[in-house]
């Protein structure tokens, strides 16, 4: 069983334009078209089971649309797809929107402090994690630095750390090992906040010279196995799960440099879906 905790797909007549704007603005190639019909070919491909869907709302006017189609998709009942809604901490109804995800049965939210434009430890953003955590929705987010942003400093393992304190209890994910190119914070920041999971998305420098998206990882200064197997101990394998970034990274390419450490077996399927099966209640 592998279940992906990070993906990404955009409505069909978006699509192109979405892929080749983040592209450029990010540096980052796309594996995929952003398509469903294109990830489950990737899941298919890799051996993916199931696939978390991300959805992130760039300005607060788009939450409710946007929600929508989250919770539509959600509704087809694919037991492959696990469907997540998005907020904006300045949405003026995002409270509402937070209990209309929660009451469609929806397991979290996706937050993006760089691309949103607001900082994580931000009142703003305090409300919407305290409510969260009250309703029992949890929370991926990106963390650490964003290509896309440089010299942008939202969400970094400090700010995370110091947001989660002021806030209830809520099941945390941070993205990208929890640090963006800040890795070394990570396990210090973290590791006492048992609420708090990390995603392997663009963690590990998985690809090879000459393959599709080398360049991206060595600019990205992408964790080296020893970097990432002592994240991986320090903080624990069991909070730790597989993700992507997909179609920002390919699943096959991925899971094989994470089969490829010297992890053990039972750390590799913590990674891989038992920690994912506790978190979304499979």
């Known amino acids: 069983m592998i279940i992906d905790f990070h993906t990404h797909i955009f409505p069909k007549k978006i699509a ?12 980052t ?14 899941m298919a491909e890799s051996g993916v089971d ?19 189609l989250q919770i539509a998709g959600a509704q087809q009942g694919d037991p492959d797809l696990v469907w997540f809604g998005c907020c904006h901490p300045h949405c003026p109804k995002w409270k509402e929107e937070l209990e209309r995800i929660a009451a469609a049965g929806l397991k979290g939210i996706k937050l993006h402090p760089q691309y949103q434009g607001f900082v994580i430890d931000s009142p703003e953003s305090l409300r919407v ?11 991926v987010n990106h963390s650490g630095k964003e290509p896309a942003y440089p010299g942008v400093f939202n969400s970094s393992p400090e700010q995370i750390r110091n947001a989660l304190k002021q806030v209830g209890p809520v099941t945390f994910v941070g993205a990208h090992m929890g640090a963006l190119q800040d890795w070394d ?49 320090d903080l624990g394998a069991n909070r730790v799960v597989y993700g992507t970034d997909s179609p920002w990274r390919g699943q096959k390419q991925t899971i094989d440099g994470i089969r490829s450490l010297p992890l053990t077996d039972e750390e590799k399927e913590m990674i891989f879906h038992k920690n994912a099966e506790k978190l979304l209640g499979l």
Do not use: W
């Not at 420098?205 to 990432?228: D, H, I, N, V, W």
């Open 50 to 68: 199931i696939s978390v869907l991300l959805s992130v709302a760039t300005n607060p006017v788009k939450v409710s649309h946007m929600n929508d």
């Open 129 to 139: 994690l305290e409510k969260c955590g009250e309703l029992g929705l949890m929370v």
């Open 29 to 42: 190639p796309s594996y995929t078209d952003g398509s469903l019909d294109a990830l489950r070919a990737s």
């Open 185 to 233: 914070k990570a396990a210090d920041m973290y590791g006492d906040l048992s609420n708090v999971y990390i995603d392997t998305s663009f963690g590990l420098r998985s690809l090879k010279p000459g393959e599709r998206g080398y360049y991206t990882q060595e600019a990205l200064g992408l964790m080296e196995a020893e970097t990432f197997m002592k994240l991986v101990r």
């Open 16 to 27: 192109a334009h979405a892929i080749a704007t983040i592209e450029i603005k990010a540096a």
